[in-house]
């Protein structure tokens, strides 16, 4: 399956005509339904529609067109018809004219202060009277299927190349565990080493004397104890074993934004320990390193459906 990124743009539009007996009618108005829908992230899918008045119909046909498609991603909808006569104006008839003219008196008796309608409004409102005729169910729903798959193709793409990202990320870290590990048992021993002859100089011996028995038992039950707080190794095989879920997470596709989301807060734990307990240069530039890849990692992962 693919990977779908939430990020992804598509528009389309669609020419129509009220027409009589099959042939276009005289004086009849060419209008133009044009859709757009686009998608960002989000942690759930959130729809929002922008209609023009003679659409709004069509909103609940809409939103379950793209609800069965898309899982996750604030989504925005945008429709609206242009209609245009040959000139490009409609002309308004008298009967309009009338209707307009007792609407506004009717309206202006409640609401003195309301604004009187301007020939744009005129305009605009008589050519929405022309188109209101034309059923735009189907070519709706159809043009809606098809700027939804031009949708899909382009979160496709931008999906492709964020798991080709990770997987590189995925890589790097890969080869950085492994420059940690053969530090580990080394580290380990340097400190346990280094604890013990501190001990001794803490204990004030001189040179050639012996620690008591009960001394050399504390001192190496300490040395170890250090040892163990210091030993990475156990983060070290939780951080391959989240990379190895990550990597096939992302080769097998679908909806796995989620959880590669939570796997991300899993492996930046893991560093964090990493760079906590290290006691060697080396492994706190390793664990820095690591941070770096894994926040771009996050940053990719929360535009991945």
Same mark, same amino acid.
């Given at each position: 399956?693919?990977?779908?990124?939430?990020?992804?743009?598509?528009?389309?539009?669609?020419?129509?005509?009220?027409?009589?007996?099959?042939?276009?009618?005289?004086?009849?108005?060419?209008?133009?339904?044009?859709?757009?829908?686009?998608?960002?992230?989000?942690?759930? $899918? /959130?729809?929002?529609?922008?209609?023009?008045?003679?659409?709004?119909?069509?909103?609940?046909?809409?939103?379950?067109?793209?609800?069965?498609?898309?899982?996750?991603?604030?989504?925005?909808?945008?429709?609206?018809? #242009?209609?245009?006569? =040959?000139?490009? $104006?409609?002309?308004?008839?008298?009967?309009?004219?009338?209707?307009?003219?007792?609407?506004?008196?009717?309206?202006?008796?409640?609401?003195?202060?309301?604004?009187?309608?301007?020939?744009? /409004?005129?305009?605009?409102?008589?050519?929405?009277?022309?188109?209101? /005729?034309?059923?735009?169910?189907?070519? +709706? =729903?159809?043009?809606?299927?098809?700027?939804?798959?031009? *949708?899909?193709?382009?979160?496709?793409?931008?999906?492709?190349?964020? %798991?080709?990202?990770?997987?590189?990320? $995925?890589?790097?870290?890969?080869? *950085?565990?492994?420059?940690?590990?053969?530090?580990?048992?080394? $580290?380990?021993?340097?400190?346990?080493?280094?604890?013990?002859?501190?001990?001794?100089?803490?204990?004030?011996?001189?040179?050639?004397? &012996?620690?008591?028995?009960? %001394?050399?038992?504390?001192?190496?039950?300490?040395?170890?104890?250090?040892?163990?707080?210091?030993?990475?190794?156990?983060?070290?095989?939780? *951080?391959?074993?989240?990379?190895? #879920? +990550?990597?096939?997470?992302?080769?097998? =596709?679908? #909806?796995? =934004?989620?959880?590669?989301?939570?796997?991300?807060?899993?492996?930046?734990?893991?560093?964090? &320990?990493?760079?906590?307990?290290?006691?060697?240069?080396?492994?706190?530039?390793?664990?820095?390193?690591?941070?770096?890849?894994?926040?771009?990692?996050?940053?990719?992962?929360?535009?991945?459906?």
């Amino acid at each position: 399956m693919a990977v779908y990124s939430m990020t992804g743009y598509a528009s389309a539009q669609q020419s129509a005509a009220q027409t009589a007996a099959g042939q276009e009618a005289k004086g009849a108005t060419a209008s133009r339904l044009g859709l757009e829908i686009r998608s960002v992230n989000s942690r759930f $899918l /959130d729809l929002s529609f922008r209609l023009s008045e003679e659409l709004r119909q069509h909103e609940p046909a809409l939103r379950e067109l793209i609800a069965g498609k898309l899982k996750r991603g604030k989504v925005e909808v945008r429709a609206a018809l #242009e209609t245009a006569a =040959g000139d490009n $104006l409609r002309d308004p008839t008298t009967r309009m004219l009338q209707r307009l003219n007792a609407l506004q008196d009717n309206v202006r008796a409640w609401l003195p202060d309301a604004r009187a309608l301007s020939v744009a /409004d005129v305009v605009r409102l008589s050519a929405a009277e022309g188109g209101a /005729d034309t059923d735009w169910s189907e070519a +709706i =729903g159809q043009l809606a299927a098809a700027t939804l798959e031009e *949708l899909m193709a382009a979160r496709e793409r931008e999906g492709a190349r964020l %798991a080709s990202m990770l997987l590189g990320h $995925l890589k790097q870290l890969r080869e *950085l565990a492994q420059q940690a590990t053969p530090l580990v048992p080394k $580290l380990v021993e340097q400190q346990r080493t280094r604890f013990l002859e501190r001990w001794k100089e803490a204990m004030a011996l001189t040179e050639g004397a &012996t620690l008591p028995e009960a %001394a050399q038992d504390r001192a190496l039950t300490e040395a170890t104890a250090f040892a163990i707080r210091i030993d990475v190794a156990e983060e070290l095989m939780r *951080l391959s074993s989240h990379i190895d #879920e +990550i990597e096939r997470l992302v080769k097998k =596709g679908g #909806e796995i =934004g989620k959880r590669l989301d939570f796997l991300i807060q899993e492996l930046h734990r893991e560093a964090n &320990t990493l760079g906590s307990k290290s006691a060697a240069l080396e492994l706190t530039h390793i664990s820095v390193d690591m941070k770096v890849l894994i926040e771009q990692m996050r940053e990719q992962v929360q535009n991945i459906e």
